[in-house]
């Protein structure tokens, strides 16, 4: 009899045929119903799809689902190995070509299908990753390393800082530029952890992820890898960036300020976007195109890499209750990032609580809830109200940037540093003026 840990996923009528039938993973197998006859290998099945059926990879290369009620006769033709991902061999690579370094920590670009699940996990390494796109070897002596195996959503500042920590050991290595692949739904946020910690940075440093894993026909994780280390291994830009998809085609890259995007979509290629400007560049069938007046930033490097998490984003709404503001002076916090209406506003409710945290010592800072446009809080008295008991207005900075900011400034400058450090254009945080349409 089978091991049930030969047969991953399968379950009840189909368990009991495969079990039954001497079957296990990987084995070729024949299976008859009433109307055809079907040849082919046995897969692992989705633990949480419909557990009638027995899925077969078929000798033209199709996976079919077959209802084992149906099966009126099954059996083994000859034993098969369990489907395993084998790596290519890394391809040669000329000495002559760039040196960029390409860090792993996760998320969907370097994963696969976990067959017994059907969810998305992290299974790839860095160098495997390397080693399935072979068109790298075109344009850059790549060396990889794997930094972490996590989600996105896992990320914390303390990964900020170690990946900043590997950055500038690349950097001392003397790679030309560095490619970060990262989980897409908080790449956003380390993009700008970056920007901040690695201020005037000498080399461009691209993060990347996918939004659909390397075993999907419509991955983006290849197009998305390549174009960030072309743009990597051209000497055009310096800083802190990140690069997806610019339409749901698969023919143009966006390269996005680090501290300037935000993913606008679950699952759409072109998720991401720059807000409030144009992205800096665009890859187009291997080409850049600078679109920004971005030149080489000559200005001395001088990494500040420590992060204060003890802060708060709050996003207010009708029937907000200021308690919660109240709770956050209680936590110790040091800041908060309040995400307001239009202009820049709350109800006036709030204004007792807010002032009490800034009269606690803390800072209290204003973005909006609107993508586009800047806070502009002496239009209404209930902005002016808010500048009046020391609310400090951040022009048109992202909520999730100003966030990150926050916990920089705290992690590195002394406490009555804080204001004078959030109003100051760092690494392109917000922009001078908003133009027409922006």
């Known amino acids: 009899m089978i091991k049930l840990s ?6 009840d009528k189909s368990l009991e045929l495969l079990s039954s039938a001497g079957i296990k993973i990987g084995d070729f197998i024949k299976i008859n119903t009433k109307t055809t006859e079907y040849l082919g290998n ?28 149906k099966i009126t006769d099954i059996g083994k033709i000859k034993s098969g190995e ?56 075109s344009y850059a002596n ?6 972490s195996n996590i989600a996105s959503e896992q990320m914390n500042p303390e990964d900020w800082k170690n990946i900043a920590n590997k950055v500038i050991e690349k950097i001392k290595e003397e790679n030309q530029g560095i490619i970060i692949g990262h989980g897409t739904d908080t790449m956003a946020y380390t993009s700008a952890a970056l920007s901040f910690a690695l201020t005037n940075c000498p080399i461009p440093v691209i993060l990347t992820g996918a939004q659909r894993s390397t075993d999907r026909p419509s991955s983006d994780a290849s197009l998305n890898m390549i174009s960030s280390v072309i ?7 310096n800083g802190i960036y990140l690069a997806m998809h610019s339409s749901i085609g698969d023919n143009e890259i966006s390269i996005h ?13 072109d998720a991401f976007e720059s807000i409030g400007i144009d992205p800096i560049a665009v890859v187009n069938q291997g080409k850049v195109i600078i679109k920004s007046e971005t030149s080489k930033n000559d200005k001395k490097f001088e990494p500040k890499i420590n992060f204060n998490e003890n802060v708060a984003l709050v996003k207010f709404h009708p029937g907000f209750k200021s308690e919660i503001i109240d709770a956050i002076i209680d936590s110790n916090s040091k800041g908060i990032i309040i995400e307001g209406t239009g202009l820049g506003h709350v109800n006036s409710q709030c204004n007792k609580s807010i002032k009490k945290a800034i009269d606690n010592g803390m800072f209290v800072g204003m973005t909006s ?14 902005g002016r ?10 022009e048109d900075m992202l909520p999730e940037t100003a966030l990150v900011k926050l916990m920089w400034a705290y992690g590195n400058y002394p406490n009555n540093d804080i204001k004078n450090i959030m109003l100051k254009n760092i690494a392109g945080e917000y922009t001078e003026r908003s133009t027409l349409g922006r």
């Open 6 to 11: 030969e047969l991953s996923g399968y379950k």
């Open 42 to 69: 046995l897969l692992p099945r989705y633990e949480y799809s419909n557990e009638n059926y027995i899925v077969i990879k078929l000798t033209n290369g199709y996976n079919i689902g077959i209802d084992s009620k």
């Open 82 to 137: 369990e489907p395993k991902f084998k790596p290519p061999s890394k391809p040669n690579v000329k000495d002559s070509l760039p040196k960029i370094a390409i860090l792993g920590t996760g998320g969907t670009i370097a994963s696969r299908i976990d067959y017994k699940t059907g969810a998305v996990n992290p299974a790839f390494s860095a160098e495997e990753l390397y080693s399935i796109i072979p068109e790298l070897a």
């Open 142 to 147: 790549i060396n990889t390393e794997l930094i």
């Open 231 to 237: 743009v990597a291994s051209q000497e055009s830009i």
């Open 257 to 269: 300020s680090g501290t300037r995007v935000r993913k606008n979509h679950t699952s759409k290629r």
């Open 369 to 382: 809830q609107c993508l586009r446009g800047r806070v502009k809080m002496t239009v209404y008295s209930a």
């Open 385 to 394: 109200d808010l500048l009046d008991i020391g609310v400090t207005p951040l």
